[in-house]
């Protein structure tokens, strides 16, 4: 997925406009510019915010989010997002003991469907998968880069990335459980995988569930700072 693709997930619908001016014009219709439902710049977030921002890229929504970052894992486990005020539950992996390089980042939002249930038809638009907010975090360090510095990154310039399709849970412990996020192949691919876990407000297989288990959608993400250590050789892949 290119930067362009990614960039035209967030566009809603292109209005075909007849322009009957003349014979002699062939085509007849022209396609008026896509309109953004809103803007999402290729950014990296800071870590005090980043599932915030997160769950704008996830859902398009114009709600503005807070971001609550828990330091105790239990805590955290136990947690869930909040619809109104809008607020998004947040867990750093660190990969060493002194907590000074983040590896995942474990982020509970809110369901797409919620959020216009709760702020009305256009406060959100259809939502995207946790691959694609990995694929927005790689997109985004490629393009804070010089094309020099991309030429020096490892696997083939950062060409070689392969962003899988999200491994699916569908209990809490089960997607709190380790899994491998990243790996290489024989063919030197590194490959970046998410871990998800959905449940729709409007399911209606969840009509009897508790309202705080609805509406939830949660995603174990690659940290941009490991992504970034390991395009350039300073993190090895395990």
């Not at 109104?84 to 474990?106: F, K, N």
């Not at 009897?208 to 300073?234: E, N, S």
Request: glycine share 4%; hydrophobic share 40%; net charge positive.
């Amino acid at each position: 997925m290119t930067i362009e693709t990614t960039l035209c997930r967030q566009l809603t619908f292109c209005n075909v406009v007849c322009l009957a001016v003349a014979l002699s014009i062939l085509s007849g219709c022209a396609a008026e510019p896509p309109t953004l439902v809103q803007e999402q710049r290729l950014t990296i977030p800071t870590m005090a915010n980043f599932c915030a921002d997160r769950q704008q890229a996830l859902t398009n929504s114009r709600v503005t989010a807070n971001n609550v970052v828990y330091d105790d894992y239990a805590a955290f486990a136990k947690s869930k997002p909040s619809i109104r005020p809008l607020e998004t539950e947040q867990y750093v992996h660190y990969l060493d003991a002194g907590r000074t390089q983040p590896g995942m980042i474990s982020c509970k939002f809110k369901t797409s469907d919620h959020i216009r249930a709760e702020y009305g038809a256009s406060a959100a638009g259809e939502p995207a998968t946790c691959a694609f907010l990995n694929r927005r975090t790689l997109d985004a360090l490629l393009a804070s880069m010089s094309e020099r510095q991309r030429r020096k990154l490892l696997f083939r310039g950062g060409t070689a990335v392969l962003i899988e399709a999200d491994i699916v849970a569908t209990q809490g412990p089960e997607w709190l459980q380790p899994f491998e996020m990243v790996r290489t192949d024989l063919a030197g691919t590194l490959h970046i995988v998410a871990k998800v876990m959905r449940n729709d407000w409007t399911d209606p297989k969840l009509a009897d569930v508790p309202a705080r288990f609805k509406g939830t959608h949660y995603c174990q993400l690659i940290a941009p700072d490991y992504l970034q250590r390991l395009l350039t050789g300073k993190a090895k892949v395990p």
